[in-house]
Every structure is written in structure tokens, then in C-alpha cells.
């Protein structure tokens, strides 16, 4: 329950990210949509170079060290996006590589961090249960929040047109506000961490085994269950 209250917090304030960066990219910076994409194209390939070498870190230090240490990276880098919105960081190239490149490395740790933890939390008895009442919730989360997010972005450009000055370098539009809003939400979902537990290390090899070999044998028994009582016309 404590997994699912964080993921589902956590998830709830970075799925307005999806919906924000490419319009704050292409109306509020102006950025051709080449370099967007090409900005894309870099954060995956760092998120999956990261990816390759989280696991054998993971059995070194365990789950929660690496979730802390990707939330931290998480939070520098939204921060990053709420300061270069407000107009605090130039707007340059090699500052948004910076900020990219800074959040690529801290999600993809967080996520096979989350899910290691999760299966070792879950009891070995209805485990495909637990797994997916935890993935469910996060899908739910994932897939619905964008939307009320892309509301609450058309409001704040209805409500805040042109902006309020704060400091002399820094003025709140509906960009900044929204960054500065899930850069709070995310930092409050960092409690909710903390009170997860890591009962046993569990290593990449078992995570891997169990994702990749016993629970698919799981799902195919399972369906193939009803077969075994099926009789051939004839009695064969």
C-alpha cells in the first residue's frame, strides 16, 4: 500500500511533464522542432545507456539508496526546467542538454529501482496479483492525469498571459507556475519514500528471472488451464 500511496503521488505531478515540455519548447523558447526532436532522441539514448548499467549498482547498494539518489537528480533537473522557464537560466542549447541529460540519468535509475523494490516487497504467493494492482493504479495515473495537466495548462495561459514579474529576473508564467508546481509535488512525494521498506535485496538476476521467465510461464498456464479437461470427440 505504502509503494502504490508513492507511485501513484509521484506519477500524479510527472505526468504533467509529457504534455508541458514540447510547448513550452517550440511557444515559450522557440526552438525549431528538429532540435526538439533531437533533443528526444538524446534523452533516450541516455535513459537506455543508463538502463544497462543500473542493475549491477542496484544489487551493490539496493533500491531505496538508488531511488533516493534518482529523486534527487529528478528534483535538480525540474528545478533546472522551472528556473530556465522563468526566465532565471539563459535560454541556450547547451543549458537544455544540461537539463536533459541530468533527468534521463534519474528516471530510468528511479524506475528499475521502484520495480525491484516492489518485487521484493511483494509476497512470493499471488504475485501476479500485487503486481497488478500496483501497475493498474500507476497506468491509470499515468494515462488519465496528462489530460486533466493539459487543462490546467490551457487555464494558467488564459489566466496568466503575459506574465508577473517576481525578481528582477524572474517572472511567473503559466510555464513556470506549472514547473513550479510539480517540482512542489514531487519533492512532497519524497515522504512518502521514505516510509518504504526494502525488507530483502533482492539481485537482477532473480528480478529478471521472474519478470522475464517465471511470470509468463504463470500467465500461459494459466490460460492453458481449461484445456486440460477438454475432451477430444470420441473420448480422445
Not at 542549447?93 to 521484493?120: D, E, H, K, N, Q
Request: proline share 5%; aromatic share 12%.
Amino acid at each position: 500500500f505504502r509503494y502504490v500511496l508513492f507511485s501513484v503521488a509521484f506519477n500524479f505531478f510527472i505526468s504533467a511533464l509529457g504534455v508541458i515540455w514540447v510547448p513550452f519548447l517550440k511557444d515559450g523558447l522557440r526552438i525549431s522542432q528538429s532540435l526538439i526532436l533531437g533533443i528526444s532522441s538524446y534523452s533516450f539514448i541516455i535513459c537506455a545507456g543508463v538502463s544497462l548499467i543500473t542493475g549491477p549498482v542496484a544489487d551493490r547498494t539496493g533500491s531505496r539508496p538508488l531511488m533516493a539518489f534518482a529523486s534527487a537528480l529528478i528534483l535538480i533537473a525540474q528545478s533546472g526546467w522551472m528556473l530556465l522557464s522563468a526566465g532565471v537560466l539563459p535560454n541556450h542549447v547547451s543549458t537544455l542538454f544540461m537539463i536533459v541529460t541530468i533527468g534521463s540519468i534519474g528516471y530510468p535509475i528511479l524506475g528499475l529501482a521502484s520495480t525491484r523494490l516492489l518485487m521484493g516487497l511483494i509476497p512470493d504467493k499471488g504475485r501476479s496479483h500485487f503486481f497488478a494492482i500496483a501497475s493498474v493504479a500507476i497506468s491509470l495515473t499515468l494515462g488519465l492525469m496528462p489530460i486533466a495537466w493539459g487543462f490546467i495548462l490551457d487555464r494558467l495561459g488564459g489566466l496568466i498571459k503575459e506574465g508577473i514579474a517576481f525578481l528582477p529576473n524572474w517572472t511567473w508564467n503559466h510555464y513556470s507556475l506549472l514547473y513550479a508546481i510539480v517540482l512542489a509535488g514531487t519533492l512532497a512525494s519524497q515522504f512518502l519514500r521514505h516510509r518504504l521498506d526494502e525488507p530483502r535485496a533482492m539481485s537482477t538476476e532473480e528480478f529478471l528471472r521472474i519478470i522475464l521467465i517465471q511470470s509468463p510461464l504463470r500467465l500461459i498456464a494459466r490460460v492453458l488451464s481449461p484445456l486440460r479437461n477438454f475432451q477430444m470427440p470420441g473420448g480422445g
